[in-house]
């Protein structure tokens, strides 16, 4: 199984990795060669990692088929344009409007770690195809309480991806407690806010590749 398809299976297996925020070609290579399945384009203004129309074409033409887009919108309107064939909606979308992009494309909705209860909601609604647990504030690299979360892990059945402080030294951890479907990084492979480091992103992958080997 390739990794894009790995990507685009939601049976368990090894755990899939997620690179958001690249903005260059480097940072895309650098995930298709550490084993990475899949890429985020982040498309929110706001953001030190948004990118423009021009830059996510060419990144999104690099990919190709060898690792899954990702568009990352927050809040958009539901033209937005979009790359690749799955979208990550990381704004304060309702249940009906993460339907309606369902209807167009492949969903991650990311919950903002608050309360057990939100995470059971998004995931009883089975309104989206992936659920993203992250902390507090996308894209700031902080942590939540992933105790909480462990404790009902075995009720959710979207396929779970855990998000927010994660980097090469704490992922395993992470892996171990929550085993999720899928681990996604940003800020936890930069050299700086926004910058992408391309040996950070082999240094996660690698870790992440390692602890499944030994499990």
Known sequence: MTALDAWNDPTPGPTRIKICGVTESAHVEAAIAGGANA????????SPRFVDDNTADELAALAEDR???VTLLADPTHDAPHWGTWLQLHG???QDTVRLFQERSLTIKAVPWSDPEAVLEWDASRCADRLLVDGPRGGSGTSFDHEALARIRDQLQTPLLIAGGLDSSSVTKVMQQLGPWGVDV???VESSRG???ADQILAFCHAVRQFDQAS
């Not at 890429?39 to 706001?46: K, T």
């Open 39 to 46: 890429i985020g384009l982040v498309r929110v203004p706001e």
């Open 67 to 69: 690792i899954a887009v």
């Open 92 to 94: 304060n979308e309702t």
């Open 186 to 188: 940003s800020s936890g």
């Open 195 to 197: 910058v992408k480091d």
